[in-house]
């Protein structure tokens, strides 16, 4: 997708002619527009994007009390209040948006005041992880009490693995946090339209200062830049800052399931399913009553086919992706209906040890199958001069380890210890100097997490040969290994 | 090239903006850090502290800037706010100087405010510690001054970056020596925090100088610094490593009879009185990491020093 912000707000050089002339237009057509806002008015954080990673980090600054007299100012291109949860909503028809917050995330949630403004009805925290190899069967279970090398599980040590909720509810509570504390001028269903450097004046410099033209006619310069404006981040695309990756090709089909009933465990111990299929991996996660979320990630031929199925389908297809071969599973996607029936028929003849699987998919919530693009993408480095990027904006990941939104988090988090850090020592927040450890501390480990997520992908497509029988052997044995399997699931957790 | 070392790897820096070359002290061009030469102590070794306050004196030399010396120091000033450049040790170590007065201050019980802190920075270069201390909540005013005037236009230029600077009162530079700043008129009148840091070392005699400073901390504030040790490892580090083997710094940057040893800081002011609560901290640059405290190492290294004047 083509960047949202004309280039000429690049620090850097136009790189192309076409591209300079393009910019000098732009800037004729906003000067025309705004000639009437003089001066812009001056704020020490400017954050573009109102999703979970932006709404974190201004709630995170505005519940501080070493940051809370900066003057902040938001801009989120959609109507935020209409995309709110109900506060009163039934725990009925979850939203197909759902991630798995890590309790590091959590944490940083409840510190910053926000956790309590959540529907918590509709949280799922779940404590068993089942993973398995779709081509060799070899499996490794998750859960605290395995984990343990030492003797049984204290009753004050965590049982919860990770808390599944809706995007929607995270946003939400962040902003009920935030209309509690205040502070923040939010400019709603309000686009950026552009983004240059500021001029010096007589009195003032504002040279290396961003200036923001939004689309309600303001204009805003910002000590530091937030950008949590997501993949495509226009906040990137000013600051000259590059994002590499690849598209896996790959989607992720993501929809809400009615299943048969709670589960295994019961309402009190929920359990994720993840089974890796040379095309992607396929997982079911636990929401409240009986409900899960599933995300497959497949090819995009295969997503477009399960998207056009009838719901009866639909719920087929998600339960033989759990259940038959491979192989099985190639010639479903080839037909155009009546995978109810060939899988019911299938599944006769494929031995199951049922306890080890989801149990069974009845339905699918209407509306909520829905499919988008697979990409790894890491900007080059998370901040510049008066920019910094935070969230989707920085890193894009493949979904299987569910990492996405609290890379976010954590970035945020990092983000508000570094702003902080600042002003008690009166560093200039937006200075790079003042910048430099939000970079440090969050460079190095989402580049680690960007890559394992992206090795898992690649061992896991790899159909026969050696390297099946390796990765079985690899499952298998971390299975075995107590403290082995406690580092893991440390890592998931969002521990240390 | 990363200097490998705390010591003196930043102070050679300043230095080389004002100062670059050595010269003999009748033919020296003003010493950003060191304005004063009231007393024309010129000792090669072991600092003589005066411990007889140097009468208001006005025949410091004036400044004879060099004028390549000028073009020099112009090219690198360029670059003082540059955080990659040659001043990038000093930036970093400025967070540290804020905690260390934190820490000084929540240390005495005091009755005086913690708000609308006055502070008096002396030898400000190019105002890295001026812009923060103005920056910070609890801060009225900052006055610096530099007696060059090449550094404090960047100080001035980079000034107008800020609009919380640029408040009226909130950030004035002064270009002037701290023997020709009027005293106030009254103790009260003096600032709740004066700053010296990384200048004791450059000048000849610090005990006339210190005492040029002491009239202006107000009853109850403090007058910061940071400075290092004269010792065989700052000796080896600063003289040897840095201009010899490294090559960092200009050969003869250095004049490490100038150093100030912490014990003879220390012993000094509890010979002056109305002067206590002496606090240090040693410091050191470990590449890689920063700035960290090293307990002890004032002793042979860079240190922060602070002394309060009693209520
Ligand atoms: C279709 C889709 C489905 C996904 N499904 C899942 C899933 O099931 N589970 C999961 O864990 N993760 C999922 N993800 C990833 C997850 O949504 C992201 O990791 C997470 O939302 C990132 O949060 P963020 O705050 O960084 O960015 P975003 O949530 O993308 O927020 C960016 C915000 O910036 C705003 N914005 C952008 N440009 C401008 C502008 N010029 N002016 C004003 N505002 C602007 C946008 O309106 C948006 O609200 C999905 C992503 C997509 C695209």
């Known amino acids: ?496 | 090239m990363k200097p490998s070392n705390s010591l003196r790897a930043i102070r050679p820096i300043q230095r080389h903006l004002t100062a670059p070359s050595y010269r003999p002290t009748s033919a020296r061009p003003v010493l950003r850090q060191a304005p004063l030469f009231a007393s024309a102590t010129t000792s090669a070794s072991p600092i003589r502290f005066s411990s007889t306050a140097s009468s208001p004196q006005k025949e410091h030399p004036k400044s004879t800037v060099d004028p390549t010396e000028v073009s020099h120091f112009n090219a690198l000033a360029s670059s003082w706010w540059d955080p990659v450049g040659p001043s990038r040790l000093l930036h970093l170590m400025n967070p540290l100087r804020h905690t260390f007065i934190s820490r000084c201050r929540a240390a005495s019980s005091s009755a005086s405010p913690n708000t609308n802190l006055r502070y008096l920075d002396i030898g400000c270069g190019g105002g890295i510690f001026a812009e923060s201390a103005a920056r910070l909540a609890h801060t009225a005013s900052v006055t610096a001054i530099d007696p060059t005037p090449e550094v404090l236009k960047i100080a001035e230029a980079h000034k107008r970056r800020d609009p919380t600077l640029a408040a009226p009162g909130k950030l004035t530079y002064i270009n002037s020596s701290i023997e020709d700043l009027p005293q106030p008129q009254t103790p009260q009148e003096g600032y709740d925090i004066v700053s010296l840091f990384e200048v004791l070392e450059h000048v000849n005699a610090p005990g006339p100088f210190l005492e040029h400073i002491m009239p202006h901390v107000k009853p109850g504030g403090w007058l910061v610094l940071s400075t290092i040790s004269r010792t065989w490892t700052s000796w080896l580090v600063t003289n040897v490593m840095a201009e010899d083997v490294l090559g960092i710094v200009p050969k003869g940057t250095h004049d490490w009879a100038k150093y100030v040893n912490e014990t003879e800081l220390r012993d000094w002011f509890q010979g002056k009185p109305g002067w206590g609560d002496l606090k240090t901290l040693g410091v050191m640059y470990v590449p890689g990491f920063g700035w960290k405290e090293v307990t002890g190492s004032e002793g042979w290294g860079n240190y922060f020093f602070a002394v309060r004047r009693a209520e």
Not at chain 1, 215 to 243: E, H, M, Q, W
Not at chain 1, 327 to 337: G, N, W
Not at chain 1, 443 to 451: F, I, Q, S, T, V
Request: net charge neutral.
């Open chain 1, 1 to 496: 997708m083509p960047p949202r912000i004309p280039c000429r707000a690049h620090r850097a050089a136009c790189p192309t002619p076409t591209a300079a002339v393009r910019c000098r237009t732009r800037l004729q057509q906003t000067r025309f527009a705004s000639t009437s806002a003089s001066a812009p008015e001056i704020y020490d954080v400017v954050c573009v994007g109102g999703g979970p990673a932006g709404l974190s980090l201004l709630a995170g600054l505005k519940a501080s009390p070493t940051t809370c007299g900066l003057k902040v100012a938001l801009i989120e291109g959609q109507d935020i209040q209409k995309n709110r949860l109900p506060k009163d909503a039934s725990v009925v028809g979850f939203s197909n948006r759902c991630s798995s917050l890590t309790p590091a995330s959590v944490r940083n949630l409840q510190e910053i005041g926000a956790w309590r403004h959540a529907n918590a009805s509709r949280i799922q925290p779940y404590q068993e992880m089942q993973v398995w190899d779709g081509v060799s069967d070899a499996r490794i279970s998750f859960d605290w009490d395995t984990a343990r090398s030492l003797g049984p599980r204290k009753p004050t040590q965590p049982t919860t693995i990770a808390y599944m909720i809706e995007n929607v509810n995270t946003v939400s509570a962040l902003l009920g946090r935030l209309e509690e504390l205040g502070g923040v001028d939010m400019f709603a269903s309000t686009k950026v339209d552009a983004i240059e450097l500021g001029t010096d004046t007589e009195q003032l410099d504002l040279s290396s200062w961003p200036v923001l033209s939004l689309s309600n006619g303001k204009s805003l310069a910002a000590r530091l830049l937030v950008g949590a404006d997501g993949a495509n981040s226009p906040v990137r695309t000013f600051a000259g800052i590059a994002s590499r990756g690849f598209d896996y090709s790959r989607h992720g089909v993501v929809a809400t399931l009615d299943l048969s009933t709670a589960g295994w465990g019961g309402p009190d111990h929920k359990i994720a399913y993840q089974r890796f299929l040379p095309s992607g991996p396929i997982a079911m996660l636990p929401m409240p009553g009986n409900f899960a979320t599933l995300v497959w990630s497949t090819t995009p031929e295969r997503a477009a086919t399960l998207k056009s199925l009838a719901p009866n389908d639909f719920a087929a297809m998600v339960n033989a992706g759990f259940r038959l071969s491979p192989a099985d599973l190639e010639y479903l996607h080839t037909l155009p209906s009546g995978q109810a029936e060939e899988v019911a028929w299938r599944e006769k003849h494929t031995p199951t040890n049922e306890r080890g699987l989801p149990v069974r998919v009845t339905d699918v919530q209407a509306g909520s199958v829905a499919s988008f693009p697979l990409r790894m993408r890491h900007a080059d480095t998370y901040t510049g001069e008066r920019v910094a990027l935070v969230g989707d904006a920085a890193h894009t990941i493949h979904p299987l380890a569910g990492q996405g939104l609290n890379q976010g988090q954590g970035d945020a988090a990092a983000l508000v210890r570094t702003i902080s850090h600042a002003v008690q020592t009166g560093q200039d927040i937006g200075s790079t100097l003042a910048l430099e450890s939000y970079n440090e501390a969050r460079y190095a480990e989402n580049n680690a997490m960007l890559g394992v997520c992206d090795k898992l992908h690649r061992l896991y497509s790899v159909e026969s040969g050696p390297i099946v029988g390796l990765r079985s052997l690899g499952l298998r044995a971390v299975d075995a290994m107590g403290p082995l399997k406690g580092f893991f699931m440390n890592r998931a957790a969002g521990g240390v």
